[in-house]
């Protein structure tokens, strides 16, 4: 066998016959990574304050993503923050960490990044070398971490990443080695990249146009539009949901491309988030909640 086909994930074959993801009695795992930086620059409609408010983004987006998600799946989370000390071996050895303990979840069902701060579709900005050099890692290379190669407990498992970072034109995930031969023994290869879905928020995070109050009666606090919506939609799913995650970002996406904005977005930028997905089989996150488990 050669190389390339030593790295292709083996599953039995009943694992990826069927037309849906099962998650009911499976374990949600959640990776959170946000920017703790102490200052946030950014260009805005009025300057006044808008560190501050940047800063309170931010904590709000992290708290009211916890909160829907310990009330809705009951998941393992896991936190990276990212701050100007912190350069790429760091933030690899981090991810390998969170990779290594999925990797030890007997009952992992499915996989959830995601991302809050500063970076795009292409780059994960990290810390400043000398001279204020800013540290950037490839996107995809957060996300390989995950695959069926690196993460075999995630292999045939959705692995979902939302990104709410300044994206306008996110890249494609690395094509993965393909191969649909079943051996003899009842496996069957399947694409290193396979199951894979990743949402761009596609607005410029720090814009005030893509603030919106936490709730419609706390003007002061803000939070992204992304994650607010995000927050909503889950909010609302119920055990005997039948809305899909791709049913979801199509409302997430409509009531983006309805929204008023304070201020005119910049000259070409497409507000709409931006879909890139690998996914084999019908994903129905209400899945999770058919079978709650205890607190973790």
Known sequence: MSGDDASIPKVPAANVKSSRYILEGYDLYV??????????????????????????????DLERLKEILKEKFKPEIKEIGVNDQMMIPCFEKELQNVSGAISTCPNV????????????????????????????MEFAAVVKHFNGENCKSLATKPKMFFVQAETTSPALPRSGQRSGREEEDGLIRIPIQADIFVYFSSALAGEFW???????TDKDNVMSRFVRLLCCELKELKPSSSIEIQKMVIRI???IQEAKFICKPPEGVDL????????????FLADFMENPKANV
């Open 31 to 60: 990776l959170l990574i946000h920017d703790q930086r102490q200052q946030v620059k950014y260009i805005s409609c009025d300057a006044e304050d808008m560190e501050e408010k940047s800063k309170s983004r931010i904590n709000n």
């Open 210 to 216: 893509n603030e919106v109050p936490v709730t419609d």
């Open 272 to 283: 709409l988030p931006l879909v890139t997905s690998q996914l084999t089989k019908d994903l």
């Open 109 to 136: 069902g499915a996989f959830l990044c995601v991302f809050l701060g500063f970076g795009g579709s292409e780059y994960v900005y990290l810390g400043r070398e000398k001279e204020e050099k800013i540290q950037k």
């Open 253 to 255: 996406n409509l009531q």
